[in-house]
């Protein structure tokens, strides 16, 4: 995916991400719900660029597009305080390459050089590009919502059932 649809993918990733979290129920609640749209947006956007900073300098696609990078901004906000939500415009980002475009990634550089991609996709120049983005965007909304919704509760019915309650 190009700049364009990695930022396309990161701003509308951060409207559903922000909606999910802070729901605008009232009139009155609108200012939070975009308030927290705003805070997760800023670094997932961030995040989403990142990757592509090896056109710069290394290989593309291979020296910041790997699971060791994901992992490092994943723990970096345990270490560090800071760049909680970088790591998810990061993996984002990794989807987008991975789903929406025809290369793929190198997911375990530098200790395979292996791309690995779905087997559709389309090419960055493509003008299908941002519709590709779009419709991956949505099924990542989908999935956060899933993860922030559900499973709470899937987890809360098994420690029910766990205590006899």
């Given at each position: 995916?190009?700049?364009k649809g990695h930022v396309l993918n990161a701003?509308?990733?951060?409207?559903?991400?922000?909606?999910?979290?802070?729901?605008?129920?009232?009139?009155?609640?609108?200012?939070?719900t975009l308030e927290t749209m705003v805070m997760i947006g800023v670094p997932v956007t961030l995040g989403a660029l990142f990757p592509d900073v090896d056109t710069a300098f290394g290989k593309h696609r291979k020296t910041l597009h790997n699971l060791p990078?994901?992992?490092a901004f994943f723990f970096f906000p345990a270490a560090f305080g800071n760049l909680e939500y970088v790591w998810i415009g990061i993996l984002t980002h990794y989807v987008l390459d991975v789903a929406g475009s025809r290369r793929g990634i190198a997911l375990f550089y530098p200790l395979s050089?292996?791309?690995?991609g779905l087997p559709f996709g389309v090419t960055v120049s493509s003008s299908r590009?941002?519709?590709?983005?779009?419709?991956?965007?949505i099924v990542e909304v989908a999935l956060a919502a899933v993860v922030i919704l559900e499973v709470p509760q899937w987890g809360l019915e098994v420690g029910r059932q766990a205590m006899g309650i």
């Open positions: 995916m190009n700049k701003v509308l990733l951060s409207v559903g991400l922000g909606y999910l979290l802070e729901p605008a129920t009232e009139l009155t609640d609108v200012l939070v990078v994901l992992a050089s292996t791309e690995y590009a941002t519709i590709v983005t779009v419709l991956v965007t």
